[in-house]
Every structure is written in C-alpha cells, then in structure tokens.
C-alpha cells in the first residue's frame, strides 16, 4: 500500500521532492523511493521493492527495472 500510496495521484500532485527526482519520461530511480523513510521501516531489500513495483498496474517499471513512473500521470513531469 505504501509504495501504491507514493504513485497515486493525489500524492504525485503534491510531492514536490518526488517530482523533483523525476527524469523528463516522468521516470524516478527506484533506489530514491527504498530510502523513504516509511519504506525503509517495512524494508531495505531493494528486489523486494521492485519486484512489487512491477506488480502493481498503477505503475512502469523501466526494462532495466532501476526506474519506476506512475501509469497514471504519463504527461509528468510537474
């Protein structure tokens, strides 16, 4: 539900720090979103986290699974 909650809507129009990271695709390294602190209390396998990033149909992983953008908001970035 976190990683989710990081690509949802609601969040992406207001999460200044994580536009900030996002490349001109919209694109953010995953490695930026295993260090939120949230993410990082639940764990710090980095294939954990981008093993559940590619199941979940709200976002796209890149083919080289190191970037992660939200399916939603393909127009980003801000």
């Given at each position: 539900?976190?990683?989710a909650y990081y690509?949802?809507?609601e969040n992406l129009q207001q999460?200044?720090?994580l536009?900030?990271?996002?490349?001109?695709e919209g694109f953010v390294p995953i490695e930026i979103i295993a260090s939120f602190k949230m993410l990082r209390r639940l764990?710090?396998?980095?294939?954990?986290?981008?093993?559940?990033?590619?199941?979940?149909?709200l976002?796209?992983?890149?083919?080289?699974?190191k970037?992660?953008?939200?399916?939603?908001?393909k127009h980003a970035p801000f």
């Open positions: 539900r976190q990683l690509f949802s809507e999460d200044e720090y536009q900030s990271k996002m490349n001109s764990t710090d396998d980095l294939q954990l986290i981008t093993e559940i990033l590619k199941e979940l149909p976002v796209e992983v890149d083919g080289e699974e970037h992660v953008r939200s399916n939603q908001m």
